[in-house]
């Protein structure tokens, strides 16, 4: 497609439960990025994803976060063991030399 | 580390008002700025961008900012608001000379304009 797609665009999960969180990139964009933008607190960088490069974890909240990015592409964040305080919006971004270009995010809520 | 502050959370203008919303970035080296706009349950969007040259840059909608690096500032401004530039802005900095390109975004100001 000619955006970044992300998936599911809403979900709800229960205090506890692990969450997977889809990105498909646009073709042929070297990064790829993941925030979590939560009311009041802007947006939060949380990994970064360089070509072969090992990816820049250095955003990632807790142990509980992790994400990989397969053959280059799709990407997926994973949560484990949900907290109500992971309930947010997360985005994922990937750029070219031309800029970034954001998806239209995930809202994950924790119950 | 880079930081970015917005200093105003919530803006309301009338329309026709002229805008200027203040970031200001701590950073010690050479930066590449942005300004994103999200409007109301759409993406985030690029307004503007600065990278070097001339530090007035100009953007689509009307939007402008200015780079002072005196300052350390690149305010967001626009003559005159429209309704439809009710929306969430941001303003965001990279590295230019590391970092990896990953932006560091400010808190966010939310712009109502009201008719």
């Known amino acids: 497609g000619a955006g970044v797609s992300q998936s599911p665009s809403n979900k709800v999960t229960e205090k506890g439960k692990d969450v997977e969180l889809r990105c498909d990139p646009i073709?042929?964009?070297?990064?790829l990025y993941w925030y979590r933008q939560s009311l009041g607190q802007g947006l939060e960088f949380l990994i970064y994803?360089?070509?072969?490069?090992?990816?820049?974890k250095s955003g990632l909240p807790s142990d509980r976060f992790s994400a990989e990015r397969t053959g280059g592409s799709v990407s997926t964040l994973t949560i484990q063991r949900t907290q109500q305080e992971d309930s947010a919006v997360y985005l994922c971004?990937?750029?070219?030399?031309?800029?970034?270009?954001f998806g239209s995010g995930t809202r994950l809520t924790v119950v | 580390a880079q930081s970015v502050s917005q200093h105003n959370h919530h803006v309301i203008l009338s329309e026709a008002a002229s805008l200027e919303l203040g970031c200001n970035y701590s950073?010690?080296?050479?930066?590449?700025l942005f300004w994103y706009v999200q409007y109301p349950g759409q993406h985030l969007q690029l307004l503007l961008k600065?990278?070097?040259?001339?530090?007035l840059v100009k953007g689509i909608k009307g939007f402008e900012a200015e780079f002072i690096k005196s300052k350390f500032s690149f305010n967001l401004r626009k003559p005159s608001v429209q309704w439809s530039d009710t929306a969430e802005y941001f303003c965001?900095?990279?590295?230019?000379?590391?970092?990896?390109?990953?932006?560091?975004f400010g808190t966010g100001t939310q712009l109502k304009v009201e008719l």
């Open positions: 994803f360089q070509g072969n490069s090992a990816p820049d």
């Open positions: 971004a990937s750029s070219s030399i031309y800029g970034y270009t």
């Open positions: 073709s042929g964009h070297t990064a």
């Open positions: 965001a900095v990279t590295s230019a000379t590391g970092g990896g390109n990953k932006l560091t």
């Open positions: 950073y010690g080296g050479t930066v590449n």
């Open positions: 600065y990278f070097s040259g001339d530090p």
